[in-house]
């Protein structure tokens, strides 16, 4: 098993560009998340699915857009790429409530 | 505001000795809270968790204390080894929901 795979795994861009981070996991779980690391901030919500077919905002919202295309893939969109934007963003899983989350290994993006 | 606080941004202890991260909470709606390591460009991995209906959860070297009055959670790893080096993220879930917020981590360097 893979897990929580995510791609790219580097990305710069230039301020105004859009791309669509990818995530697939493989373990059969309903909940997906998307987060953001920032220096100091610890790990912050964007978005989240706790079903296929659902997503609500998290705490860091703006900005972003998302899609749970299946149970397997969960989509983080720029549609407008900001200097603020420059993060590492994490995918995740779980089977729920109570259960763990696993991770993804990130993806590095800086926005010129 | 943050609602789960690490007010130590680094730890740093030699092996053998016994390791303490602390991590603070201001939301009295968090039932579940949870411990993550993160080495560096790596995800996070689950560690430990605990329910607010216990006040210890133990697993091998690492042991979770929830002191609920307090709104204190403290992760202790004895005894303490190179490999533990790592940044700690200590996370809380309110009631339903299996949204996690995260505190902003302790890097922990375990010295020979």
């Known amino acids: 098993n893979a897990g929580v795979t995510q791609t790219p795994k580097f990305q710069v861009l230039k301020t105004g560009q859009s791309m669509t981070l990818q995530c697939a996991q493989d373990?059969?779980?309903?909940?997906m998340y998307w987060y953001r690391q920032d220096p100091g901030m610890g790990l912050r919500l964007i978005y989240y699915?706790?079903?296929?077919?659902?997503?609500d905002k998290g705490e860091v919202p703006n900005g972003y857009n998302v899609s749970r295309l299946n149970k397997r893939e969960f989509s983080l969109r720029l549609e407008s790429a900001a200097p603020s934007q420059t993060s590492v963003y994490f995918c995740?899983?779980?089977?729920?409530?109570?259960?763990?989350?696993?991770f993804g290994p990130g993806t590095r993006l800086t926005v010129l | 505001d943050q609602q789960v606080k690490q007010n130590s941004p680094s730890l740093s202890v030699q092996e053998g000795r016994i390791s303490i991260l602390n991590c603070d909470y201001t939301?009295?709606?968090?039932?579940?809270f949870l411990w993550y390591k993160k080495y560096p460009a790596e995800g996070p991995t689950f560690l430990i968790s605990?329910?607010?209906?216990?006040d210890k959860n133990e697993d091998g070297r690492f042991t979770v204390f929830l002191n609920k009055s307090a709104k204190h959670l403290s992760l202790h790893i004895v005894p303490s080894q190179p490999g533990d080096s790592a940044v700690y993220f200590c996370?809380?879930?309110?009631?339903?929901?299996?949204?996690?917020?995260f505190g902003t981590g302790t890097r922990l360097q375990v010295f020979p």
């Open positions: 373990m059969n779980h309903n909940s």
């Open positions: 996370a809380a879930s309110a009631l339903n929901t299996d949204k996690l917020i």
């Open positions: 939301n009295s709606m968090f039932d579940y």
């Open positions: 605990i329910s607010s209906i216990k």
């Open positions: 699915s706790a079903s296929e077919g659902t997503t």
């Open positions: 995740a899983s779980s089977e729920g409530r109570h259960n763990e989350q696993f």
